[in-house]
């Protein structure tokens, strides 16, 4: 038997649909039917949730799942993530693997989703086999994203070359530096000199840069960005120290690269 609170709660949830929302806050929804009682809501929420109707991702937060991801029971991330950010009243962006794929550069579809966001961390998110990833960094450049249009809306996504450096530094997330590499080969056709400026400079480590560098013009044959780059690295008076090429590598009897000032301690293997 079907309850009148139930009812009442579904009908809100599909009047949120009908305006073009997927997604809701507890607290919103409280606010709205002030008539029923915290228990209460939560109950029909539960029910719902048994049915595949919602799904929470989180404490207080949940997805309206619309007919063609009812198989699923949950949305691809692209249709919620800039919602459920904005409800986490945090800056992000979609990257590594995820925003390579936005801009054409992916030999398959990644398992994992990657969101970058400011500190404090935020735990990772494991939903109907869906993972999502937080990497938490200090401070997150808004000129170095761009809008990426969805269904729902606009998706933030870090740009081609803010893409390509953090494939580099974080890639151990990604499966290593031959697969970054892989992926710089299609991403890099994204990338112009006019994208190496001031910003993205200052905000990169200049380890990330000399690895990017050694990489484009020794196994990409990219030289004229690489050239591009050393030129700019060191009008902006960044100083090259000797890093190891894979960092978590050992350094000692390789040789370096005396340009880029990288130790080649390890061999890049690519798909192309």
Do not use: C
Not at 149 to 155: D, F, H, N, S
């Amino acid at each position: 038997m079907i309850e009148k609170s139930d009812l009442n709660i579904q009908t809100w949830i599909e009047k949120l649909q009908a305006q073009g929302k997927n997604s809701f806050a507890l607290e919103h929804l409280e606010k709205e039917l002030p008539g029923y009682t915290s228990t209460g809501i939560k109950r029909v929420l539960a029910r719902l949730s048994a049915k595949g109707k919602i799904i929470s991702i989180l404490k207080g937060y949940y997805l309206i799942i619309s007919p063609q991801y009812a198989s699923k029971g949950i949305l691809p991330p692209p249709l919620y993530m800039d919602g459920l950010m904005k409800y986490l009243n945090k800056a992000y962006y979609v990257g590594l693997l995820n925003a390579a794929a936005f801009h054409g550069a992916s030999h398959q579809q990644p398992q994992e989703y990657f969101i970058f966001t400011v500190l404090p961390a935020l735990r990772p998110i494991s939903k109907k086999g869906q993972k999502i990833n937080f990497l938490s960094i200090t401070k997150i450049n808004p000129k170095l994203l761009v809008d990426v249009k969805t269904e729902m809306g606009y998706l933030k996504v870090a740009n081609p070359l803010l893409t390509a450096t953090d494939l580099i530094q974080f890639e151990k997330k990604i499966g290593g530096i031959s697969r970054a590499t892989t992926i710089l080969e299609e991403l890099t056709e994204k990338i112009n000199p006019e994208q190496i400026n001031t910003d993205i400079l200052n905000h990169v480590p200049v380890s990330s840069w000399q690895r990017l560098g050694y990489i484009w013009e020794n196994v990409l044959d990219e030289k004229e960005l690489a050239e591009d780059l050393f030129q700019k690295l060191a009008k902006h008076q960044k100083k090259l120290y000797r890093i190891p090429l894979k960092a978590s590598g050992i350094k000692k009897n390789f040789p370096t690269n005396k340009r880029w000032k990288i130790i080649i301690n390890t061999t890049i293997e690519t798909d192309f």
